[in-house]
């Protein structure tokens, strides 16, 4: 991987000069708070949903207990794109903006978090690209244990305990159930299902991160007159369902074979969701919805222009 400058700590560092104390709270017992945030290059490079994933990142923040706000939207823009021009960034690309304790503290640490902004090359997905899915024992945590809506590091080791169920069972990703036994999610994605043309989707209180790309999907599926149900989702209809889909800024949008599945075909609904989310990515179509901030970098002069297009 190249070592790309990330901003980290109030400076531009290659990102194998960025440290922090192996005693530090964040070290230890993965306290921080993170977004992944996308960003595509055609003619100029669109942030998909930028300000929804501050404020996401600022509420995880808070209900987390640390007591900062994150940094402004125009902050952020003039952080990302000098580390375009200094990591000459010329592709797709993906963002990984993190609060962290670097001090040395323990899980109960309220100290003032820094953070780092990090570009990480990704590719989009390409449309013929599909996981094998299985339905884990391992189950979602609850917001009454460890509240899933935050979007913090230790959470992740819940979707760990997850994937390596289902990679032992030979699948690529796990689904897993919540605590009641209805579906939950993935362990870095949302879950669809399509039942006779229906579009069905677990709806918020069901131990799911409040994603902005389930929220995307669901407004671009009743622009086109689907019939979209957020709601409760047994095992029994899962496994009875025609399509499954995953979704999330680096899912995108992944269709998934069950494992048991032996003929299986991408479906129809899937097709047509990813095509759709692809457009509006770049804004190509779902213009009013002001997803998208189109930046414009000068790359020689240091010049930059943005043409922001969210509200
Ligand atoms: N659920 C979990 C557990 C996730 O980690 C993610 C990825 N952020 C998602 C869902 C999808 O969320 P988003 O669409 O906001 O990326």
Not at 44 to 53: A, G, M
Not at 181 to 187: K, P
Request: charged letters at 25%; a positive charge.
């Amino acid at each position: 991987m190249k070592d790309y400058y990330i901003y980290y700590n109030n400076n531009y560092v290659r990102q194998s000069e960025a440290r922090i104390p192996v005693l530090s709270a964040s070290s230890q017992f993965g306290l921080n708070v993170f977004e992944g945030i996308r960003v595509y290059k055609e003619d100029f490079f669109y942030i998909f949903r930028l300000e929804d994933h501050l404020k996401r990142l600022n509420n995880s923040l808070h209900l987390i207990g640390l007591d900062i706000d994150v940094i402004t939207k125009k902050e952020f823009l003039n952080i990302l794109i000098e580390l375009i021009i200094l990591n000459n960034i010329k592709t797709d690309f993906s963002i990984r903006f993190t609060y962290l304790i670097d001090e040395l503290d323990s899980w109960s640490s309220i100290k003032r978090p820094t953070f780092f902004i990090a570009p990480l090359i990704r590719d989009r997905n390409s449309a013929d690209n599909y996981k094998t899915a299985y339905l884990t024992k391992t189950r979602r945590i609850s917001k009454y244990a460890m509240n899933p809506k935050i979007k913090c590091g230790a959470n992740y080791i819940n979707g760990r305990y997850a994937l390596l169920e289902a990679k032992s069972k030979g699948a690529d990703l796990p689904i897993l159930k919540n605590k009641d036994g209805f579906i939950s999610e993935s362990s870095g994605a949302c879950v669809f299902l399509v039942k006779n043309g229906v579009v069905i989707t677990p709806s918020l209180d069901c131990d799911i991160l409040e994603s902005i790309t389930r929220d995307t999907v669901i407004k671009i599926f009743l622009e086109n007159n689907y019939k979209v149900e957020e709601r409760f989702i047994s095992e029994a209809e899962f496994n009875e369902c025609d399509e499954i889909f995953l979704c999330g800024s680096a899912a995108e949008i992944t269709p998934l074979k069950i494992l048991k599945d032996l003929d299986f075909k991408i479906g129809a609904i899937t097709k047509f969701i990813f095509q759709e989310y692809q457009q509006a990515i770049t804004a190509k179509s779902y213009n009013k919805n002001f997803w998208t901030t189109k930046l414009n970098v000068k790359n020689h002069s240091k010049k930059l222009n943005t043409i922001n297009n969210e509200s």
